[in-house]
C-alpha cells in the first residue's frame, strides 16, 4: 500500500507532518509525495522531504512533480538526493499539463552532474525512444529538448565549430553518442559567405566609431 499525499508542497507543513505520522502509526511503509499544480520550489524539498526522511528513516517516500513552471527535473533530482526513493517520470516529459520529469534529464542529469549510474538501463536507447514516442502518440518534442531534442546537441558552422574540435566540452559535456545520437553541424547566420559578410559589416560599423 502506497498513501499519495496530494498537493504536499503547498500544504501547511504542520499538517503534512501530521499527516505521515498517522500513515507511518497505521504500519503503512510508502508514501509519495505529490506537487499537484508543479508550484514545488527546489529551496522547499530540505523541509518537505529532507525532515520527513529523516523523522521517519523506516517509510519510503517518492516523488511526482509536475513541470507547470519549469522546475520538475530540478525538484526531482534534487528530492533524490534528499532521500527520495524515486520520482515519477515519462519519455518527453509528456504527461497532464505541463507534464513531468523528463526520463532523459533525470537519468543524465543523476549520471554527468551527480556520477549516478541507473543499473541495467540502457542510455544508448534515450533518443530513439523520444522518437519512436513521436511517432506513436504524435506530439513533436521541442527541438531543443534538453538532452534528446533533434537540434539540441547541433552546432552553427563558424567558429564553434573549431573551438568544439580543440574543446569539445566547452558548448556540451554530454557527448550525443551516449544517448544513440550524434552532433548535427548546421550553416547558420554565422556560417559561409553570408558569415564572413556580417562579419566585415559589424566591423566596418565598429570601425566607424573608432
Known amino acids: 500500500v502506497m498513501v499519495g499525499l496530494l498537493d504536499a508542497f503547498r500544504a501547511d507543513h504542520g499538517h503534512l507532518r501530521d499527516a505521515v505520522d498517522l500513515v507511518a502509526r497505521h504500519g503503512i511503509a510508502q508514501v509519495r509525495l505529490v506537487d499537484t499544480a508543479g508550484t514545488c520550489l527546489p529551496h522547499q524539498l530540505e523541509q518537505t522531504v529532507g525532515e520527513l526522511v529523516t523523522r521517519h528513516p523506516t517509510l519510503r517516500f517518492y516523488g511526482h512533480f509536475h513541470d507547470d513552471f519549469g522546475m520538475a527535473t530540478s525538484n526531482a533530482v534534487v528530492g533524490l538526493s534528499l532521500g527520495l526513493q524515486g520520482v515519477d517520470v515519462s519519455v518527453g516529459g509528456?504527461?497532464?499539463?505541463?507534464?513531468?520529469?523528463?526520463?532523459?534529464e533525470v537519468a543524465m542529469a543523476l549520471r554527468k552532474l551527480y556520477g549516478v549510474e541507473l543499473r541495467d538501463f540502457d542510455y544508448h536507447g534515450l533518443?530513439?525512444?523520444s522518437r519512436l514516442g513521436e511517432r506513436l502518440y504524435g506530439l513533436l518534442e521541442n527541438p531543443a529538448?534538453?538532452?534528446?531534442?533533434?537540434?539540441t546537441h547541433g552546432i552553427q558552422s563558424g567558429i564553434r565549430t573549431e573551438l568544439l574540435n580543440r574543446a569539445p566540452t566547452i558548448f556540451d559535456i554530454l557527448d550525443p553518442r551516449e544517448i544513440g545520437s550524434s552532433l548535427v553541424c548546421m550553416f547558420g547566420v554565422r556560417s559561409g559567405r553570408d558569415g564572413l559578410l556580417r562579419f566585415l559589416r559589424e566591423a566596418c560599423l565598429l570601425a566607424a566609431h573608432g
Do not use: C, E, K
Open 94 to 104: 509528456f504527461a497532464n499539463r505541463a507534464g513531468h520529469p523528463a526520463l532523459a
Open 127 to 129: 533518443y530513439a525512444l
Open 145 to 151: 529538448q534538453a538532452v534528446t531534442g533533434v537540434i
